[in-house]
């Protein structure tokens, strides 16, 4: 399966399902992945308690600025469902998860 068939319906009837394990649980409420061939999606949930820390995505904030660095980046649920979205290609050695994780707690 290709990056963007993840989104095809008939190729991936259950798009981004595969459960993530060992979730920082103070971050993550929640969260998803699917392996591609061209690397990997992932949507997560932060908790209540970090949705209260950081209320909106602000890309053009200092804290939150390397999210634009982040492939295929979907934050436009965050505001109704904490819902983060994100492609993490494998030609790329970065954890982009990690980092994620990392900005939420600090």
């Known amino acids: 399966m290709k990056k963007n068939d993840v989104w ?3 190729i991936n009837p259950d798009f981004i ?6 979730l920082n ?7 998803y992945y699917k ?7 992932y949507e997560v949930y932060v908790t209540e308690k ?3 820390k950081i209320p909106k995505i602000d890309l053009n904030n200092k804290k939150l600025k390397i999210l634009k ?3 295929d ?10 819902q983060i979205t994100f492609f993490a290609p494998k ?9 994620l994780t990392n900005i939420f707690l600090y």
Request: proline share 2%; glycine share 4%; aromatic share 14%.
């Open 8 to 10: 095809d319906q008939e």
């Open 17 to 22: 399902s595969d459960p993530l394990e060992n």
């Open 25 to 31: 649980t103070f971050v993550w409420e929640r969260g």
């Open 35 to 41: 392996e591609t061939d061209d690397g990997i999606w």
């Open 50 to 52: 970090i949705k209260q």
């Open 69 to 71: 660095t982040f492939h």
């Open 73 to 82: 980046l979907l934050v436009d649920h965050y505001d109704s469902d904490n």
């Open 91 to 99: 030609e790329n050695n970065q954890n982009y998860f990690d980092i």
